[in-house]
């Protein structure tokens, strides 16, 4: 063989070895055991600025704020160090007030952090990477993640603000709510207070920024974060959060979450006080009389909804559950047919759609799913439509009866405002809030079901004892007391499919023991409705007693 | 050939051509089952794993008793498969941020388009008009081509059976639903939940949908086995993912059978074109060897020809020359005779 | 007469024989397990793995290896390369007995073997590859028996029916491709039924080309390896032109494997590409995947082209060992390394001992035919005796000048 040739075989092995080598294998850099601390902090922010422009050479520099306040703050530095002012505010930018070109702020950044990173080494202090470790900086796999938990204020810390003696009130009244709520004139360009209109940052200030309307992210930190440093340049103790952690740290918020509750225990009423808004105790709900009549002969017909506008401030957190785009009425966007300010959503759809936690229906049966509910009503189908008496839980009174002598639905609507709120008290005073139910001792106290009984016994069923576990379920809860008033309401849970009656119709009318064979969609057979019926219920409720395989604890196992 | 006999030809093969079936493109063609096929409808979200349907499977098919008791549920910590033994099991998954367990049934899914079936190469099993999809042990060789093809998982093989091992899968009861014994298959029968539904497929996907729209939020939005390599007659509502389930999400729509009609539509075209090709090789490279050898032969004649040419050319100038010498030596003799003959009479003369 | 027994009975137990009587013990003995007791006893199979070491050595191997009868046979008489006549037989005797292993192979594996022709004479599955696969592989045994007999012929001396045979020489190699193409290509079709189980790198909807391609090289590899191995133990039933040609076949079968191994490289790399495959040759599977594509089909090819040029017959021959086992790699590959790739490596498959040995021992089965076949009937060497009677099919009657015709008729027709 030719010397020469085998030379060339083997570079050419080694070519495509190399080859494969390179763009196959990466390099993989040595990795720092992780401190437990380390693996998910608040204050991580990814600069990534110039990915706007171009396609970024390097990956985004990984940078912690908080580290670097804590280090300005020990060298008696404050935000002006990094942060421009412009008009009095503070720009929220590095060291700009506005983005500029490419080249532009890749220098900004560089030159002023590397050179300050390089001042401090020279001073002998601790500094961050100096010139030339590009990677440290822009480091691809950083070990650390950003752990930044979502941050805002709660009922109890809105009071804690309203209620602080350190925010004093404006002039003309005894409230500080201007201090932080304010409108835009967009002529004038200039925020200003607007009383009576107050309502959550969020109804302007979305997730990005817009036509020069700040984003929620720069308007809160504009408004709380300098709020707080204020008052802490002023020597004030109990001044608030100013570092990231503070109010993005899981640490920070646990700790807040306590010192609310010893807040509240120290209350007079051991609750928060009722926002003051000036909103109504009870809202006649019915539909805008702009909308018209209607056709010819035709009229609208709704009946009124009576809603208890006062409890339900307390069911809630914040007004924007409900309210969730502005303070204003809800037929303003969500008209009869629907409006492109209510994303087309109609009036309808608005109260009753079940996806919607900003609709009543929605938020009710959102709370169906809880434990105590959920053994019933996760297996009440939602494609059918419910029951008149349902309805008739909120729309009270029809329309005729609701006035002495009575009056149409149109002349309802058509009502002045304070006469609104006037019937609605009238109607919610006049329910009836006790929650109904037959009396235990005329329900069985045990029943043999002995359906099907050919391997087991039948089941003895503690009758008396589930109910009252329901009714023990339902207790304290409003929402459940007022929905199950009725008698045999709560019965329905599992004497379904037919009135409510105080004896009602036996399983076996209904779910056949013969042929599983599918029929009707969802009817089973007799010896699956019973076992469902109780399995389901169990399950549901996280009940972890008597387990679905544990056959012998409902029935016994007939000996052979 | 006469005239005749073509034109009779011709008209044999045009009577044969009209009689024939109108003829449809393979390509298009989709199997959506036979219209009164049954299925089964299994919900994951009703199962609570207690097995009795692989205790009423055992006992309807008169299997062999396992070695653990259908109500020991320590079996569900091994994820188990089907085997000679049983022809369904039950596996659990317990997953994470779900509330509890979710149980999983699996057996033969008797595919509208088995790749078992078509795979057999004895026809050892039949997708039946009732939906089942059964296998006839009365020509199965046991070479488990349909144990490898099957995407499921699902044929077992008596592997310690030395002389007539059987394939046993799950049969969706046939025999003893054809012959009346049972009405729905012994697992249906059996469960105490209605996890399992037996019906007609088409009724079954229409449960299913209802089902989604009567609890929104439970169900995941797809029924496995609707279109999964072509469909299947059991179908699965899961309200976790499938694969979380063990089931693999990544089989397809296409029918098993497409997956290897290409393959054996080209064995015909090979047998027909490789005899023409072939032969076309073979007759070239016999011309080509004819025409060398003529070339050769042709070569050589001319060879020799000028050989002989050559030769002769050479023979002649030779001839001549000899001639020519000849006659010189003829001369020269003569000359010399002479000389000789007149040298003596000078001798006498003196 | 002792003394003479003594010796007699010493020359028998030679090590090769004592080797080969050992492997024929083992082998009895397990037979008798498996049709006693059954595959589960005697092999590792499992209902997650039904096809095991006999499909994937004894069917798919032993199938591409035996490959060498057709390429021989259709090198010789179709394409018309005379020069490789003398090693036609060799081929077709190796491929003869290859497929009859086969079916031996088959006899064990399948679980009732006795119903092996039933797909042909009681009810066939014809849309199933395997029953194209059995088809063919029964068609072309049948053929290359045939094939086989003209040998046999010459040895009890049936001249007419050799004649005959011999008369349709091109009809039955040209029936050979056919089939042949057939079945090797159906064996990779196989594997089309399952690209869930099969892993990406080796599934492609190319596996018909892929094994019929790779069953090109195999063939042209084992006839250079066998016929490596026959010189040097049956190099006394050899004549002349077998001799003769002996190089040249090597030389040349090598050219045509190493354009065929490329052409096997490019259209697996094509397999790859038109998927979009690429990211998965990163993984361990790619790795493995490289190792066989660069290793045992590159290489080989490179290597076999270098032998051409440089006329170096070691090298050619050592390549033809490398291909073999490439084939056998990737046969091994795609049954069992990447079917079920997906399963945990608890429920994957390895052979289990006895697996093993039957297959050794069905390989020793097959070259003691050979030796016995290949040292009593002309396969090695032409018989004189028939030399001059019947020319092959095709062959003018002329004689030209320039042929060896007058060498070959040597008194002693055998022999060196």
């Not at chain 1, 109607?427 to 006790?434: F, I, T, V, W």
């Not at chain 1, 089941?459 to 009725?486: C, M, P, V, W």
Request: charged fraction near 20%; aromatic fraction near 8%.
């Amino acid at each position: 063989m030719v010397k020469g040739r085998r030379l060339l075989s083997w570079a050419g092995i080694l070519l495509l070895g190399g080859a494969a080598s390179f763009y196959g294998i990466q390099a993989q850099g040595e990795k720092e055991p992780l401190k437990a601390a380390e693996t998910g902090r608040p204050d991580l922010i990814k600069i990534d600025t110039l990915a706007a422009y171009q396609k970024l050479e390097l990956p985004p520099v990984t940078f912690l704020h908080d580290k670097h306040t804590e280090a300005l703050r020990k060298d008696k530095k404050d935000c002006t160090t990094c942060h421009l002012v412009e008009d009095g505010k503070l720009s929220l930018a590095f060291k700009r007030r506005k983005n500029t070109q490419a080249a532009a702020l890749k220098e900004i950044y560089h030159a002023n952090c590397i050179g300050c990173h390089t001042e401090r080494a020279a001073a002998g202090k601790k500094a961050g990477p100096p010139e030339g470790l590009c990677r440290a900086c822009h480091n691809a796999q950083p070990q650390i993640a950003a752990a930044r938990l979502d941050a805002g204020l709660n009922q109890v810390s809105h009071f804690r603000h309203t209620n602080a003696k350190l925010i004093p009130a404006d002039q003309k009244g005894k409230d500080n709510c201007s201090r932080c709520h304010h409108e835009y004139d967009p002529k004038a360009k200039k925020t200003f207070y607007a009383q009576g209109k107050e309502g959550t940052c969020r109804y302007c200030h979305l997730a990005k920024e817009k036509q020069g309307v700040k984003s929620l992210k720069q308007a809160a930190h504009l408004q709380c974060v300098l709020c707080h440093l204020d008052l802490d340049k002023r020597g004030v103790k109990d001044n608030g959060p100013y570092d990231c952690a503070g109010c993005h740290g899981a640490a920070a918020q646990a700790r807040d979450a306590r010192k609310n509750q010893e807040w509240v225990a120290a209350l007079p009423n051991k609750e928060v006080p009722r926002l003051k808004r000036g909103q109504p105790d009870a809202v006649l709900i019915t539909h805008d009389p702009q909308w018209g009549e209607g056709s010819p002969g035709k009229p609208f017909l709704m009946d009124p909804v009576a809603f208890d506008h006062r409890a339900h401030e307390k069911y809630n957190d914040n007004c924007r559950v409900c309210h969730h785009a502005s303070m204003e009425a809800c037929e303003k966007c969500h008209t009869l047919m629907g409006a492109k300010d209510g994303g087309l959503i109609n009036f309808e759809q608005a109260m009753h759609s079940l996806s919607s936690r900003a609709s009543c229906q929605g938020c009710h049966t959102g709370q169906q799913a809880a434990a105590n509910c959920a053994g019933c009503h996760n297996y009440i189908s939602k494609s059918s439509r419910p029951e008149d008496a349902s309805c008739r839980q909120c729309h009270l009174l029809s329309a005729e009866t609701a006035i002495p002598g009575g009056a149409s639905s149109s002349q309802i609507c058509a009502l002045k405002p304070p006469q609104k709120t006037a019937l609605a008290e009238t109607l919610l005073k006049a329910r009836n809030l006790n929650p109904g139910t037959y009396a235990l001792e005329d329900l069985p106290e045990t029943v043999e079901i002995k359906y099907l009984a050919n391997r087991f016994q039948p089941s003895q069923f503690t009758h008396r004892k589930q109910i009252a576990a329901l009714l023990k379920g339902i207790k304290g809860n409003t929402l459940a007391e007022y929905f199950h008033r009725d008698p045999g309401t709560i019965c329905q849970g599992c004497h379904h499919y037919s009135p409510p009656a105080k004896e009602p119709p036996r399983c076996s009318n209904c779910h056949s023991g013969e042929s599983l064979q599918a029929r009707e969609s969802n009817r089973p057979a007799l010896l699956a409705a019973l076992h469902r019926q109780c399995l389901n219920c169990h399950a549901d409720m996280r009940l972890k007693k008597p387990a679905a395989t544990a056959c012998s604890e409902c029935h016994q196992e007939k000996k052979k | 050939m006469l005239r005749r006999t073509f034109l009779g030809l011709l008209g044999a093969a045009g009577v044969g051509a009209a009689l024939g079936k109108p003829a449809r493109a393979a390509g298009q063609q989709h199997f959506t089952g036979y219209p009164e096929s049954c299925g089964v409808l299994f919900d994951a979200t009703r199962c609570i794993g207690c097995r009795s349907c692989e205790a009423g499977c055992n006992k309807v098919n008169e299997l062999p008793p396992p070695p653990e008791p259908f109500n020991d549920l320590s079996v569900f910590k091994m994820k188990r498969r089907t085997h000679s033994w049983t022809y369904t099991v039950v596996n659990r998954y317990d997953l994470p941020g779900a509330p509890g367990p979710v149980f999983k049934k699996w057996q033969c899914n008797h595919c509208l388009e088995p790749a078992c079936a078509d795979s057999c190469f004895v026809r050892a099993y039949t997708k039946t008009s009732q939906g089942a999809v059964i296998w006839d042990g009365t020509v199965c060789v046991g070479c488990r081509y349909c144990m490898i093809a099957c995407p499921f998982d699902i044929p077992t093989f008596e592997f310690n059976e030395p002389l007539t091992p059987r394939i046993m899968k799950c049969t969706l009861c046939y025999p003893l639903i054809t012959s009346g014994k049972l009405t729905v298959p012994g697992c249906v029968g059996a469960c105490p939940v209605e996890a399992l539904v037996y019906g007609k497929r088409r009724d079954l996907l229409q449960i299913a949908h209802e089902r989604f729209h009567a609890f929104p939020g439970r169900y995941l939005n797809h029924i496995y086995g609707e279109r999964e390599m072509g469909g299947t007659n059991w179908l699965y509502l899961s309200g976790v993912p499938f694969r979380a389930l063990g089931m693999r999400e990544d089989l397809g729509v296409v029918p098993a059978p497409e997956l290897t009609s290409g393959a054996l539509a080209a064995v015909p075209l090979v047998a027909v074109t490789w005899p023409v090709l072939l032969t076309g090789i073979y007759a070239i490279s016999r011309r080509k060897d004819k025409i060398a050898r003529q070339e050769t032969a042709q070569a050589v004649a001319r060879a020799v020809a000028q050989t002989q040419a050559e030769a002769e050319g050479k023979l002649k100038s030779a001839m001549t020359k000899a001639e020519v010498e000849k006659k010189a030596a003829i001369e020269r003799e003569v000359k010399k005779a002479l000389e000789e003959a007149a040298k003596p009479q000078t001798r006498e003369g003196e | 007469m002792a003394a003479e027994n003594s010796a007699v009975r010493k020359s028998l137990f030679t090590p090769f024989n004592v080797v080969v009587g050992v492997i024929f013990l083992v082998g009895a003995a397990i037979t008798f397990l498996r049709f006693a007791k059954g595959l589960g006893a005697v092999t590792n199979l499992s209902d997650n793995n039904p096809w095991g070491l006999w499909i994937a050595f004894d069917l798919l191997c032993g199938v591409a290896l035996a490959a060498g009868g057709y390429t021989t046979s259709a090198a010789c008489y179709v394409f018309g390369l005379k020069r490789y006549h003398s090693a036609v037989r060799p081929a077709i005797l190796t491929a003869f007995l290859g497929y009859s292993l086969v079916v031996v192979a088959l006899l064990y594996d399948v679980g009732r073997p006795w119903r092996l022709p039933y797909p042909f004479f009681v009810q066939s599955g014809t849309t199933s590859v395997l029953f194209e696969v059995g088809l063919c592989v029964m068609l072309y045994l049948n053929t290359l028996f045939v094939e086989w007999l003209p040998a046999c012929f010459e040895w009890l001396g049936f001249q007419k029916p050799r004649d005959f045979i011999v008369k349709i020489t091109l009809a039955l190699t040209i029936l050979g491709v056919i089939l042949s193409t057939m079945h090797q290509s159906s064996l990779g079709a196989l594997y089309l039924i399952v690209p869930s189980k099969v892993h990406p790198l080796w599934y492609s909807m190319y596996l018909p080309f892929f094994f019929f391609v790779s069953s090109i090289a195999a063939g042209l590899s084992m006839v250079i390896f066998e016929g490596t191995l026959s010189h040097h133990y049956l190099h006394g039933r050899m004549d002349a032109t077998y001799i003769r040609e002996h190089d040249d076949v090597i030389l040349g079968f090598a050219k045509g494997a190493a354009m065929v191994l490329a052409l096997y490289f490019m259209i697996k790399a094509v397999g790859i590409a038109i998927d979009n495959k690429w990211s998965y040759l990163l993984t361990g599977y790619g790795a493995w995947f490289l190792v066989e594509l660069l290793g045992f089909v590159a290489l080989p090819a490179l290597l076999y082209a270098i032998a051409v040029r440089e006329q170096n017959l070691k090298l050619a021959k050592w390549t033809s060992v490398l291909t073999v086992l490439g084939i056998i790699l990737n046969r091994f590959n795609t049954s069992l390394v990447a079917f079920n790739w997906q399963l945990p490596p608890a429920d994957r498959y390895f052979p289990s001992w006895m697996e093993i040995a039957i297959s050794v021992y069905l390989i020793t089965l097959g070259l003691l035919v050979f030796r016995f076949i290949a040292t009593r009937m002309p396969i090695f060497y032409e018989d004189p005796r028939y030399r001059q009677h019947v020319p092959h099919e095709g062959e003018e009657e002329e004689r030209p000048e320039f042929t060896e015709h007058k060498l070959r008729q040597h008194p002693q027709g055998f022999g060196h």
